[in-house]
């Protein structure tokens, strides 16, 4: 989509990084870069069959949906994310926390509802946050993480001038989140108010069942940024390096001058919409198709062609990728569950007078309260 | 009498009306093709064809207010919004729309509408997707609110709310969905706005609805091996509300207390207590006493979570206060 | 913006003069159909300013907004409608009831909040609805129109198959609701379904003193449809006739088609946003320019120059439109105020068991009631 | 002490925190350009420029949500939506968003938010426009709701709100606006979560909030003529809802009546009425009574909406029923 010639060797692009850098797949250069996406891709990969395999096992709860198939898309941008960049994301969202740089272990930790959970066991799947990484919540209400995500990129723009060091925010929404109301309120002030904000459609043709072309009058999601007067662009989600080089590119802009962009990365769902969906409702071929589209054996096709892989390097890389992710079920197993005394807690920033500790049950008043 | 899952009864009750009815359509997100979040609409797309069963994009404000449009001009829609959370984007148009229509324009159109949505807590979902907020539109005149507590009633409100004439908030929950019970084979129809003795006593009126009435019930079959008599009220409309039968109960027993799965502050309880405080004055024993959720965003750990959440043990407790308190004597 | 040349010497447009009808300005056939515009545009005009006046003399209560500046887009719009059309609008609907059939009288009744007015005296000045003539309603809540009147258009669709005499919806909203939410939904969905509805935008370039260019990213408002695929045309709502002429074509295109489209029709407000608003944030300069974009002088010059119109018909035009007037505001004083024993006639549409029909301050209970 | 009108206090007062803390800004529909559409914001614009206070589409939703998401980020904003009524459509961010923030993610991060918007019926407005629902809002843990009654109240409990690291919605009343009071000159901060003893009395017990006090103590001044003392509590917070101070004066009165403007049904009296009967039960000579509007849409002619809403007289009258029903004697 891009063709610049500057090359970069790292694999998260520093800030220095995203003046107009940018990665040409055919360029012996980017192996490192191209390996380590490749990486990350296989270990998002494992963590997703394993959170699955935990769903199972009833180690998790709730609702648990899956990177499965988006992974080219989630590493691409997150590795084009800069560490001060804020990320406001989905419920489908663990790849990305673990991208822009969560620990996995805790990641998997909130997934059981532990205590060293990156939402301290409060979120769950759905709802990861870290206020280290600048994941600023995964949301489970669908397009509920827009007019936040608009207003963290209005603090930024109050407290920062345009700049290559000034942060951005990358918003990611799925495909079905466009035709919700909140969408076009958003991205509307955003261009009214010119934001250093990229939101990013994943569209994976599907919203739980119901297809883009049935939920959308207009399919070709990146068009509607016209209506904001916002650049837009659609792109290859399957693809990490197309993904990559878009959104630093994009990213960059949305640094530099301070306005919105949007990209649309076409993807693939692998799986059911959730841990518990069948996907009854998809056909054999649609399902042969969407395996098709697997950007994991697409990119290791490529870096074998490239000679950037063995047979035998893809057999250690995913014996890592099942080792680390061994380690994050350990984690998360010994992990302690957050303390009941601590229900109240998390309700106001303060202790209130007058607020309401009751648990259920409890009467209104105790006797000795009162002043005689 | 068959014994049927809530969900095979909301199911087979949908099909029946929509059999008889060419007006009635289903409108919601993932009804169709996908067969719903829940599966109650499941193979209805099958049968009725992609005009009566329609698949909505993600937009509850539009599509709900679609449906008001639609009843406005003679059709009968039920909308399935898949969880109540997600009603608080479509709240203007239930609220500021659906329930003021007839009476802000003079009574000249009607809003034959039943909203079907399910609320409840305790499956895991985290604060934003775990909530009981019936409250808010059992609060607005124009509405009314029905809350089936077992498949039965199910089949007798659903009925009652498609033949209404006026917009229905059909309340359901995710912890019913797999409830058993009898469902009458006949064409059943229960009357909106009239509670339910669900169970006869006379020393304590427990009274509650939808899913919470199970734990009613349950708590005072137990009750009844330590000669405990509770009187168990299943609310069945939370409007209108049955002030009448509720406070009849209470003027009997002489004691109350209310079971919600909703927070305490503001919410049903309350009107429940103060009716009953109103009402039966002079025949209360002791203060109506109200069992209902911590006062916390619902946390997604289970232990968290359930500590946050009412229980039959609460239940039974809160009753052994009050019997206690008012020196009754087995 | 089109130029067919069928003729039609009605006002209304009937049934048939649906079939690619055009009017030409230029053309003697129309003498008619402009006097009859510019008739019900003077009468309009009248009707607004005096109900201005009656609501300094505190017969109006409640917000009052009027269509002053905007008759020309009102009537052409109107006349373009075919009885058994829906119109759904927002509170700046006086002279839509009017032009669609409603009795002047009773308008005027319901802004007096009298038993006669078209909404009983439950509606007032924002909240017109007449059964009769197919408005189903003013809407007070930015944007809260357009599902419903969408939803029209979905029981439009679900009765009738397109035909030359199918109803159709026409949903009325100002500029700056297409920043909200709804309008996104609507349009969507309309698309999606393939829905007999026209949406207008009434473009008087301010939402109540916020411009166009400061609410929307983009200003040229009608290019939002592009995000739906909905057909959409802006046009120049000060000519009554251009007005007229697109809303014949694009309601014929709804009504034999079934499908959505847009028209954005640009006009001005001459005066504040309500009664109440002496639009103090507007310079000189800018209502300078919006008089002299007042239609009214300017279909008069353009019906003088044709010699359609004589200085001495003016005089007499205006009497009978002052008469008019006149009648109104005479019906809405002797229509009575509504019965107060009737205060819950309206909350649902039938009698209810155990509804709560206390006036403020009566107990819950009587006594009597319960069995003893 | 100057006197200043309810408008003029909050104009000012967030004038004088936006020269403290350049972190505050305001954000809503016509504050600045037009000056608000009541006046609050005057001048603001002009004195601290478009950054500050910032003009927004009508897109309550969206800018409720940014005003959310800029606040995470450690900005102040101050949002301010036309009337309550509209904050329906942006309710989701509200409960679902600013309520949960805090608690779903674990207490890694503030909403510090004020969302002000005024209530209140009365004004011709329609059934839409006329709405008392800040009930919705103080239902829910993770909000805190104020309601001031008065100018003094509104600049201590402002900037309280604005001091607060949580988002609190902050309830203003239409047919406020105008009130003039006495207003203290220095930094006078109220704490949220108590409420007022607005005037001391010992006969029966007045429960209002926002502008229904002034009704309360027009009525308490009027009794007192007729040698009753009445005691009159302003709740100033609805959540946190002070329980403590209602019940105390309950016990003192035994007789206690609820005054509100909303709905009565599952209104903010039921809650007020049903603690005081679990607190003061055996304290209280009658039943707590509750005056509150008529459960209908709000009509726009002026006799039915007067017919709708509470008002002085009604209260007197219910408070002598109550007084004669529990044999008072002057
Ligand atoms: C307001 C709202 N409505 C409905 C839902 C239920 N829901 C959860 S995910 C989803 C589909 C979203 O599809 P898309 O935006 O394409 O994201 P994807 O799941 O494909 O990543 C729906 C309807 C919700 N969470 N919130
Ligand atoms: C949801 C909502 N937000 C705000 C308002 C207050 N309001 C009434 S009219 C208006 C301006 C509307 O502008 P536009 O759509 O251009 O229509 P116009 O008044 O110019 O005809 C606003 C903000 C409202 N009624 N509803
Ligand atoms: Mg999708
Ligand atoms: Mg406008």
Known sequence: MVSRNTMTKTGRATNKASDSSNVDSG??????????????????????????????????????????GEEATVVGLMRATQKQDYLFTTYREHGYAISKGSDPGRVMAELFGKADGVSHGWGGSMHLFDKETHLMGGYGIVGGQIPPATGAALAISYKNTPSTDSPIVVCIMGDGTTNIGAFHESLNIAAVWKLPIVYVIVNNFLGMGTSVDMASGEPELYKRGASYKIESIRINGEDPLEVYNTSLRMFRIAREEHRPLLIEAMSHRLKGHSVVDPAKYRSTEEMKEAEQHDPIPMLEKKLIGLSYLKESDITSIVAKAKERVSSAVAFAEQSPNPDIRQLFANVYSKKLPNDFYRLPGEPLFDEHSFSK | ??????????????????????????????????????????????????????????????????????????????????????????????????????????????????????????????????????????????????????????????????????????????GLYGAKGEVPEEDYVLEIGKANVARQGKDITIISYSKATTVALEVADELAHEQISAEVIDLRSLRPLDRQTIVESARKTSRAVVIEDDWLTYGIGAEIAATIQEGAFDYLDAPVRRVAAAEVPVPYSKPLELASLPDAATLSKVIHQILDATAFNR
């Open chain 2, 1 to 174: 009498m068959t014994i049927k899952t809530y969900r095979q009864t909301l199911h087979d009750t949908l099909a029946e009306e929509m059999r008889k009815d060419p007006d009635i359509l289903l409108i919601g997100e993932e009804i169709g093709h996908f067969e719903g979040s829940y599966k109650i609409t499941a193979g209805l797309l099958a049968e009725f064809g992609p005009k009566r069963v329609k698949d909505t994009p993600i937009a509850e404000e539009g599509f709900t207010g679609a449906a008001i449009g639609a009843a406005m001009l003679g059709l009968k829609p039920i909308v399935e919004i898949m969880t109540i959370n997600f009603s608080l984007v479509a709240m203007d148009q239930i609220i500021n729309h659906a329930a003021k229509i007839h009476a802000m324009f003079g009574g000249q159109v009607n809003v034959p509408l039943v909203i079907r949505t399910p609320g409840g807590g305790g499956q895991q979902l985290g604060a934003s997707h775990s909530q009981n907020i019936e409250v808010f539109y059992a609060h607005i005149p124009g509405l009314k609110v029905v809350c089936p507590s077992n498949p039965a009633d199910a089949k007798g409100l659903l009925k009652a709310a498609i033949g209404d004439t006026d917009p229905v908030l059909f309340l359901e929950n995710l």
């Open chain 1, 27 to 68: 360029h012996q250069d980017n192996k490192d870069l191209l390996l380590s996406f490749y990486e990350e891709m296989v270990f998002i990969r494992h963590f997703e069959l394993k959170a699955s395999e935990m769903y199972q096992k009833a180690k998790i709860g709730g609702y648990c949906h899956l990177n499965l």
